[in-house]
């Protein structure tokens, strides 16, 4: 069994390895008659592919989106959309020296043994290059979201020891597609910048932490026990390529509270139930509550590193790989819109199965 669909009503199906001819999908249970805004969904794309600035790797493609089905007169017919992205600026022979060694912490290993077999131009299948069929669906379920009101935003909050100290009700989150980064505090931003540039010229890699927001989300998506909200944007956020840690609302930092300090405490405001303040993130019980969500993503710096270090081929031959090719050393800021896709997939999916709730 090899799981390549996410979602339960609202399904996405990714097909694609970085140096294979496409990378797209099959969204099947969009609903229909939602206008399908195209500059909007390559917006989106635009924030995700490579070579947008110095920092991200530098591979050249405009991840242009070819639809094939499920759209008629710019609008959603409720049909499977079909969709591709097709590959054009695959450098394969830089993974010459990749084939048989296996990059440190790299999937190539547990692939190898799990199938037998791997294309390892560029990473294959576990190249970071498939989230393009997430951020085409992410596009298409904000649009519906956008509807109902929904909004999402995701902002980098830190990279390496670059830590945004306040929380996000303290920044203009209108402002996070003014830098590169995609920080919403522009000085802090100049200074990740920097260090992102400096880590990329020693050949290495850095990490660090995606933080989102999801406004105007309904009271009620969720269900209570295996299917509770935050379990569903956990498994999606996790789910991305690099992604090692998520908590949402105070999550860890809630440890260090009393109950009664942690406690969001109920009251009346003109006959309509609020909250004093919002620590549970949105969902209490597993299920949203109606205020905002708020979740915090942490990424690993990615493995591949353009340096030596000691290894072992397929035989388990003990080598030295210095690994080629354009990478990314800092993913956090490519990785903006695609937290914000797999969270608008989550939200649009959990919308349409709480419908199935009561009459
Ligand atoms: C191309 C993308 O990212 C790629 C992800 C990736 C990897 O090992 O994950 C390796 C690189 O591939 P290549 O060597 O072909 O440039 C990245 O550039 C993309 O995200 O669109």
Request: charged content about 25%; some cysteine; glycine content about 8%.
């Given at each position: 069994m090899y799981n390549n669909t996410f979602g339960n009503l609202f399904r996405l199906t990714s097909f694609g390895e970085s140096h294979g001819k496409a990378i797209g999908g099959v969204i099947d249970g969009f609903p229909a008659g939602i206008v399908i805004d195209m500059d909007f969904i390559q917006?989106?794309?635009?924030?995700?592919?490579?070579?947008?600035?110095?920092?991200?790797?530098?591979?050249?493609?405009?991840?242009?989106?070819?639809?094939?089905?499920?759209?008629?007169?710019?609008?959603?017919?409720?049909?499977?959309?079909?969709?591709a992205v097709w590959n054009t600026n695959q450098h394969s022979n830089d993974y010459d020296n990749m084939k048989d060694v296996?990059?440190?912490?790299?999937?190539?290993?547990?692939y190898t043994e799990k199938y037998g077999i791997r294309d390892h131009r560029g990473g294959g299948r576990s190249s970071a290059r498939e989230t393009i069929a997430r951020v085409v669906a992410g596009a298409l379920a904000k649009l519906a979201l956008r509807q109902l009101g929904i909004q999402i935003t995701a902002f980098t909050s830190q990279v390496g020891p670059y830590i945004l100290e306040k929380d996000y009700t303290q920044y203009d989150l209108?402002?996070?597609?003014?830098?590169?980064?995609?920080?919403?505090?522009?000085?802090?931003?100049?200074?990740?910048?920097?260090?992102?540039?400096?880590?990329?010229?020693?050949?290495?890699?850095?990490?660090?932490?995606?933080s989102c927001v999801i406004k105007g989300c309904p009271i009620g998506l969720g269900q209570p026990v295996f299917g509770k909200l935050h379990a569903a944007l956990g498994n999606a956020m996790l789910s991305i390529n690099a992604v090692k840690g998520f908590e949402y609302g105070q999550g860890f930092g809630s440890m260090e509270q009393k109950g009664s300090e942690q406690n969001d405490i109920f009251y009346n405001e003109n006959g309509k139930i609020a909250l004093r303040t919002n620590r549970s993130g949105g969902i209490q019980g597993g299920i949203s509550n109606?205020?905002?969500?708020?979740?915090?993503?942490?990424?690993?710096?990615?493995?591949?590193?353009?340096?030596?270090?000691?290894?072992?081929?397929?035989?388990?031959?003990?080598?030295?790989?210095?690994?080629?090719?354009?990478?990314?050393?800092?993913?956090?800021?490519?990785?903006?819109?695609?937290?914000e896709a797999m969270a608008a997939m989550t939200i649009l999916d959990y919308y349409l199965l709480n419908k199935t709730t009561r009459l």
């Open positions: 917006q989106e794309l635009n924030r995700r592919r490579p070579g947008q600035s110095a920092i991200t790797t530098a591979r050249k493609e405009a991840d242009e989106v070819e639809f094939l089905s499920g759209i008629y007169e710019g609008v959603s017919t409720g049909c499977p959309i079909g969709f296996y990059r440190p912490s790299h999937a190539d290993y547990t209108t402002r996070i597609e003014e830098n590169s980064v995609r920080c919403p505090d522009q000085e802090l931003a100049a200074k990740m910048a920097d260090y992102i540039y400096k880590i990329k010229g020693e050949g290495n890699t850095i990490g660090g932490v995606i109606g205020e905002d969500i708020y979740f915090r993503v942490a990424f690993k710096p990615v493995a591949t590193v353009l340096m030596e270090q000691p290894t072992v081929d397929r035989l388990g031959n003990e080598t030295i790989l210095k690994a080629r090719g354009r990478h990314d050393p800092c993913v956090l800021p490519r990785a903006v819109p695609i937290v």
